[in-house]
């Protein structure tokens, strides 16, 4: 068996940098394309499996592009190297592969022929490079191809359930634009830089959620009229309402997708941001199963209400968030929905804790834990957020008084409402209830206090 040659990093150039900062640029490039690849597609998905494995790849890429920025900038020429150009046949490759047709070719493009192409690349270097010397490359790139196996492992089970192949003239495209990308062997000359991929390409305006996931029944209405002075109404508001979390973390693929000049640690906040919503949807819905209620009885609506016959396809096409529509998406998650909840979550978790339902309390807590960190990504960014807008405001001033606005709002609204009958979404309120009930009984269901309004 013929060993690979070793590939020396220096040669007799009067230079000081090593060859492999410029593949280091281009995987960045490349893994940075990934992201954007995973963000424009993953509103496709209709399966609640295939939402949290997605937006746990969104942010396993960021971190993917976060350690190859990390060995760049370690070389000569520091926070210079992350502007090394790469060449424009990467552009090409990227964009062959996300304008698929179909998800059915996404799929494949994205989790099959772009990531192989792509660990191809990093194991024929693994294999040359000096296992001393370069060490530190090497466990960056170790740590991104164990990503990218995670991803292939996803891709099977999501093949098995769901089976097919690309398309034959799909394929050809990516064959050829990745011949003329050198198989991403590196040695690329850059006779134009590479620019963002996608472009051309839009996120769907309006998400997949599965097939029997819309709700027969709206039951928010009667869980804000009650909110202040029923405990087990709260619980299930709270296991509820972090369900409908994954809504935000899909509403997010779009702020990402469209952040594209944005510093890249925007990327990787939002990236943390969005995969922490898309756990807390999910932890929402882990809360219901141990209470025995699936997605299928309880609903996943659309934020807004949006109903559709078809909620399985993604359909439409995203409009462009401008500077300011992205400033305001970021203010009011941070500064008003966030922010205005810490009270009642807070009074949620003590009182989970009081009455003996723990599993619901550490849901709480880890919930206040993230929206923590979340609330600091908001106060980071607003600035240059607001800079880019053209907008000069006090986002803390104008943040508190949304907040207010919002609280006397369903404030009126919950007072008016006190007396309603509410018919069969009530009835299904309670018959809910008395089946959490019956798993996990809090023993201060009748002595607890009346607490918060619900803010908003």
């Keep these: 068996m013929t060993a690979t040659p070793r590939i020396v990093q220096v040669d007799a150039k009067p230079?000081?940098?090593?060859?492999?900062?410029?593949?280091?640029?281009?995987?960045?490039?490349?893994?940075?394309?990934?992201?954007?690849?995973?963000?424009?597609?993953?509103?496709?998905?209709?399966?609640?499996?295939?939402?949290?494995?997605?937006?746990?790849?969104?942010?396993?890429?960021?971190e993917c592009v976060r350690r190859l920025r990390e060995r760049l900038v370690q070389f000569p020429g520091t926070h210079k190297n992350l502007e090394t150009p790469v060449s424009e046949s990467l552009e090409a490759f990227g964009d062959a592969v996300i304008m698929a047709h179909s998800l059915n070719d996404a799929v494949d493009g994205i989790y099959q022929l772009f990531i192989n192409a792509l660990v191809k690349s990093y194991l024929t270097y693994a294999e040359a490079a000096h296992p001393i010397h370069d060490a530190p490359t090497l466990a960056a790139i170790s740590e991104n191809v164990r990503a990218k196996e995670q991803m292939r492992l996803w891709l099977r089970d999501y093949r098995r359930r769901n089976p097919g192949r690309h398309s034959e003239e799909y394929g050809a495209?990516?064959?050829?634009?990745?011949?003329?990308?050198?198989?991403?062997?590196?040695?690329?000359?850059?006779?134009?830089?590479?620019?963002?991929?996608?472009?051309?390409?839009?996120?769907?305006?309006?998400?997949?959620?599965?097939?029997?996931?819309?709700?027969?029944?709206?039951?928010?209405?009667?869980?804000?009229?009650?909110?202040?002075?029923?405990l087990e109404v709260r619980r299930l508001f709270w296991c509820y309402g972090y369900l409908l979390a994954m809504n935000l973390a899909e509403e997010q693929l779009i702020w990402l997708y469209d952040a594209h000049e944005m510093p890249w640690e925007f990327q990787q906040d939002v990236s943390r941001h969005m995969w922490d919503e898309s756990r807390h949807g999910d932890s929402g819905h882990s809360r219901l199963l141990d209470f025995g209620i699936s997605i299928e009885e309880i609903g996943y609506p659309y934020y807004g209400g949006n109903k559709t016959d078809r909620p399985e396809v993604a359909e439409g096409a995203a409009a462009i968030l401008s500077p300011k529509d992205l400033y305001d998406k970021v203010f009011f998650i941070g500064m008003v929905a966030e922010t205005g909840h810490f009270h009642v979550k807070h009074e949620a978790y003590d009182d989970f804790k009081a009455g003996g339902d723990l599993e619901s309390a550490e849901m709480m807590l880890f919930d206040i834990i993230d929206e923590t960190s979340h609330v600091q990504y908001a106060h980071r960014w607003l600035p240059l957020l607001a800079e880019r807008a053209g907008i000069e405001v006090d986002f803390r001033a104008e943040g508190a008084a949304f907040r207010a606005r919002l609280q006397a709002e369903t404030t009126a609204r919950v007072d008016a409402s006190q007396g309603t009958d509410h018919g069969l979404a009530g009835e299904k309120v309670e018959k809910l209830i008395a089946r959490m009930r019956a798993i996990a009984p809090l023993s201060n269901a009748n002595s607890c206090p009346p607490r918060s309004y619900k803010p908003m």
């Design 15 to 62: 230079r000081r940098k090593p060859a492999v900062v410029q593949l280091l640029a281009e995987w960045e490039y490349l893994e940075r394309s990934l992201h954007r690849m995973l963000c424009g597609w993953g509103r496709h998905f209709p399966d609640w499996t295939d939402k949290v494995a997605v937006s746990r790849h969104v942010w396993d890429q960021a």
């Design 173 to 230: 495209k990516i064959a050829t634009a990745l011949a003329e990308a050198n198989g991403l062997m590196g040695g690329l000359p850059v006779d134009r830089p590479a620019g963002t991929i996608g472009l051309n390409f839009r996120p769907a305006k309006r998400c997949a959620h599965s097939k029997n996931s819309q709700p027969t029944l709206d039951i928010m209405p009667v869980l804000e009229c009650r909110f202040k002075d029923d």
